[in-house]
Each structure stands twice: as structure tokens, then as C-alpha cells.
């Protein structure tokens, strides 16, 4: 059975449905893995070293989640709320995955996924989070990560170029690997038909939302100083950390986990994806991977969730049913 995806209302009502309940479920996992414990301690102690400005680079310039949530914990407070940083933290996440899950419900429907295909898409990325905590905190900058990516492909999709220079803002303060999405809007235009029409103004926007991030970038460092560099759990980035993530077993058990066989079937039917979709698996995905094998623990498989949720889940709902690849309306 195939749900029709162009009913206007029908189709918010499931997906901020979908939304919600994928959004507690995936909250409770995330919860019961790390633990109230945990969060109460490390998650807190590190929020106070970001407020401090020194948490290290580079988590200390990836500072957005972490003014945001300390709103929030002042609200609490006036609000007389127990446990005010604990709850906090849980009501941040929550609300990112419903952020994350209505972004790739907008984001599947733009690449014409049917509803069903649509939903089975926001479930496994449910999934996928729910189970790439590992070795980690709630992680608050790599979930708004996936949020950004995702409705940058929908602005995208959309040719609403004009806000990607406003979504780099936001964007930029909350972490570095945002400087792709500027990346993808150029390459959209480039590799679309109506390319001449396209370009010039995908490419001023790009560049905005690169002087954006850029002008951010310099200006976190400047405002917070040098900071002491954190190696990931003592390991330096560059070949020895590449060789590390290869051959440490940990690394694929969690990757299997976390991804699952999903970006493995996503590519074997790479053909049938919509021509969108393989520009932004070009635009983000070998950089992605490479710049996390060189540079970072790769078994902490949250650093993948962004080509899971904006490449291989869509791609691989291409393979089912029949799906085949068209150009996004």
C-alpha cells in the first residue's frame, strides 16, 4: 500500500505525528543509554566549561547548543522546574529530533519519496540515533548538524537560495563541518539542467553563506582565545588515527550498528537515485568520510549520522518499490 504524498494537510498531520513520536522514543533511547547520571555530571560539567570558554578546541567554538540550552535552564528555574540542568538537557534533545525528523520529512518529500517511503526513512534514522551515542554525551552540536544538513537540502530543493546564507549563521556557530552546505548549493546549480539560469545566483548565495561561516569561524577563535587542542582519546589526526579507525574492531561494530547495511544498499542502487541526491552524495560525502577517518574516532558513529540522514536513507528508498529517481519539483 502507497500513501499519496501530495495531500497538503494529511501529510502534516503524519509527519509532525511521526515527528513527535519518533522524537520521544529516540529522546528515551538516547536517555537510557548515556543515563540521568551522566548527564547530570559530565554532561553538565562539560556545558560549564563551555560557558567558561574552556572547553578546548575545537568543542569550545562549537558554542550554540550551548548558549541555547542555558536559556533554557534559566527558564527552568524561574519556572521552579526540579532538577532544572537534567531536564533541560532531555528537553533540548527532544525538541532537536523533532527538528531533525520534520526537516527530513520536508527534505524525502522534495526528492518525491512517497509517505510510506517517507516515514520508513524518518524510522530508520530514529534508529540510527537512537544508537550512536557511543563513547559520547548527548552530543547537543552534532544533532543540530543533521538538522542544518537536512534543511539545507530542502532549501535546496526548493530554490529558496536565499536562505542559505541565514541557515549558515546559526549553522557556523554550531560547528565547523557546516561549511559543506554552501558546497552543495553550488554543485546543485551546476549539475542541474537549467543551469544557466541557475548559477549566478546559486553561487552568490554560496558565497555569502561562505563569508558567513568564515567571518564566524575567525570569530569564535578570536573571542575564545587559543585553546588547548583535544586528540581524539590521545590519538593526533593524520595517518595513525586513519589506521587506527581501520583496523580497530570497535570502529565497524559500531558503524553496523549505528548505519546499519543502509549506505552499502543505498549505493548499489545508486542509479535509480534522484540527480539531486547524487550531487549532494558527491558534494558531502567523500570529504565527510575522509575528513572523520583522518581526524576523528570514527567509532563514535554519530559523526556519520549526516550522510545517513541526508545521502544513504534516501538513496536506499530509491531501491525499494519500485522508487525511482526524478528530478525534485
Known sequence: MRFNLSGGRSFWVVLCLAAILLSVATTYAQVDDVTLRFINNQQDKVHQQMLEGVAGNPWQYRILADWLVEHLI??????????????AYIAFRFWQCVLIFLSAGLYYRKL???????????????????????????SLNVFFDIAFYL??????????FVWIPFLMIPAAFNRETSALIPLMLIA???F???RAKKLKPAVL?????????????LGLRLHYGEQTFLTADGY?????????????????????????????????????????????????????????????LVAESRLLLVPQALVFIPGMLFGLDGQRGEESA
Open 74 to 87: 534559566r527558564f527552568l528555574r524561574v519556572l521552579n522546574v526540579s532538577t532544572p540542568k537534567v531536564n
Open 112 to 138: 518525491r519519496l512517497s509517505l510510506f517511503a517517507n516515514l520508513a526513512g524518518s524510522s530508520i534514522l530514529a534508529w540510527s540515533m537512537s544508537h550512536s551515542l557511543y563513547n559520547s554525551d548527548l
Open 151 to 160: 534543511l539545507a537540502g530542502y532549501l535546496i530543493l526548493e530554490e529558496k
Open 188 to 190: 546543485f546549480a551546476y
Open 192 to 194: 542541474n539542467a537549467d
Open 205 to 217: 548565495y554560496a558565497l555569502t553563506g561562505s563569508i558567513i561561516f568564515i567571518v564566524i569561524f
Open 236 to 296: 593526533s589526526p593524520g595517518i595513525g588515527l586513519l589506521a587506527l579507525n581501520l583496523t580497530r574492531w570497535v570502529t565497524w561494530e559500531q558503524l553496523l550498528i549505528t548505519l546499519g547495511l543502509i549506505p552499502f544498499l543505498a549505493v548499489s542502487v545508486y542509479p535509480s537515485w534522484a540527480q539531486p541526491l547524487k550531487v549532494f552524495f558527491w558534494a558531502v560525502v567523500p570529504v565527510w568520510f575522509g575528513v572523520h577517518f583522518f581526524a576523528a
